[in-house]
């Protein structure tokens, strides 16, 4: 059990015989994963949603694998996997809303990561806020010694644009975050990331858009936006023409909060990603990040969020989510042609009646192996579904107590955000997500792979 959270949502890292995960507290964790049993523990300055990830490292002598991992403050941390020792630390952007939520993509001695700008989203309408200057980013950092590599913008430099009624300057562009963890492309040298909306005027060309980066340089090489002119800022009204703290037009609030995932359907490579739009969208890597394909797989939904599907070379798979909609289900979608290979409706509440925090949402990232897709759920149930024909072929109800091996007091509720690992033969999931569409719980569970 985690202590003092009311969400469980940092995927664990299975490598090198070691379970790592952290949690919102900043507690870092190193287990055994057969046993849950801690070899080591390190707190970080603030509360970590990445994922764990861990790579080779030789730095002064020594060497070992490293785990790297980000917090909510944008500082990225590199410690020594065996002792939990620091290697290094790096603030990534000095913007007082940046933080990291996207888990670190490890290349070649290089670690690509994004910020998001979640705080100064949220304060689009208020009137002491000078409001918005945040931009989205992805830079390359040395697994070695921490040094910044590069750094690449996903939207102009902000610039003064006016005054509100309370006299406080305002400015733009802003956005363009990268909620997720990017995507290595080996074969081509290129690093994948997705954006989310702008936060204020003017639009930007890179906001709600796919982005390959040059693994070397950070130069971007093509970027594909679906949705141009989607400012969005917590508070704001749909036309905001005498509040310039707002976009003059809102946008829906359809961004990017998947990772881009690069695979092959048979006959070339793709890119495919999800969006809030409750779109699928297929890129060619080979053609300039050309559309190959979009697929509606469900209702669209600006507070629900997508947060990863999976694929197996024949299919994507995504769950649906939503927020004021009606959400629910798992999708599988034809790598090689767009269309829909199965849907699968929601399934009975594992948390009872519907209500605040009980629902049906399937927001929460997908993980796929051979036959079976496993999605987690508002509704605090993790599903197995079948590949062939979307038939759920197992579940378990995380709605209760759990005696845990650290002692802690814990409980499992709605699942949202990371989805679980299969590895080792043995599956691990969180359960516990306290946030706008959801129930607290702070438990971790392992399960054996019969």
């Not at 764990?52 to 490292?57: E, M």
């Not at 070649?108 to 002491?128: S, W």
């Not at 080996?186 to 980066?213: C, E, H, S, W």
Request: contains cysteine.
């Amino acid at each position: 059990g985690y202590t003092g959270v009311a969400s469980a949502r940092t995927q664990p890292t299975l490598a090198g015989g070691r379970l790592f995960v952290g949690s919102e507290s900043g507690e870092v964790h190193a287990l055994d994963p057969s046993t849950g049993c801690t070899h080591w523990s390190f707190k970080a300055a603030a509360g970590v949603r990445t994922a764990p990830s861990v790579a080779p490292y030789r730095a002064n002598g020594r060497s070992g694998l490293a785990v790297v991992f980000g917090d909510q403050r944008a500082t990225l941390y590199a410690l020594d996997a065996n002792s939990g020792e620091t290697l290094w630390t790096l603030k990534i952007d000095d913007h007082p809303s940046a933080g990291i939520t996207g888990s670190p993509a490890i290349h070649d001695g290089r670690v690509f990561v994004g910020v998001q700008g979640l705080g100064e989203e949220g304060r689009g309408a208020t009137n002491n806020n000078p409001c918005c200057t945040f931009r989205g980013s992805l830079s390359a950092v040395d697994i070695n010694t921490g040094k910044l590599l590069w750094k690449t913008w996903t939207i102009d430099e902000p610039k003064p644009r006016a005054k509100n009624a309370a006299g406080v300057q305002m400015y733009g562009p802003a956005g363009g975050a990268i909620w997720s963890a990017p995507s290595i492309d080996v074969k081509r040298g290129l690093v994948y990331a997705a954006t989310g909306n702008g936060y204020a005027d003017p639009p930007q060309p890179m906001t709600d858009a796919v982005i390959a980066f040059d693994q070397k340089t950070g130069k971007v090489v093509w970027h594909n936006q679906v949705l141009p002119g989607d400012q969005w800022a917590m508070g704001c009204q749909p036309e905001n023409p005498d509040n310039p703290g707002c976009p003059r037009v809102m946008g829906p609030d359809y961004d990017f909060s998947a990772t881009p995932i690069l695979t092959n359907d048979g006959r070339r490579d793709l890119v495919v990603v999800p969006q809030k739009s409750g779109i699928a969208f297929a890129f060619d890597p080979d053609d300039g990040g050309k559309l190959v394909w979009k697929t509606q797989f469900g209702p669209p939904s600006g507070l629900g969020g997508q947060w990863g599907g999976a694929s197996d070379g024949k299919n994507f798979y995504t769950g649906t989510n939503g927020f004021h909609t009606t959400p629910g289900g798992m999708t599988a979608i034809s790598l090689a042609t767009g269309e829909v290979a199965w849907q699968a409706p929601p399934q009975p509440l594992a948390c009872g009646q519907q209500r605040q925090g009980c629902g049906a949402g399937q927001g929460a990232a997908v993980t796929a192996i051979p036959g079976a897709v496993f999605s987690g759920s508002h509704d605090g149930a993790l599903r197995a579904y079948s590949t062939t024909d979307g038939k759920v072929i197992w579940q378990f109800d995380t709605n209760r107590e759990f005696e845990t091996v650290n002692g802690v007091k814990a409980n499992g509720a709605s699942m949202d955000g990371p989805g679980p690992i299969v590895a080792g033969g043995m599956l691990f999931v969180n359960s516990g997500y306290g946030g706008l569409v959801g129930r607290p719980g702070n438990v971790l569970l392992a399960f054996a792979l019969e």
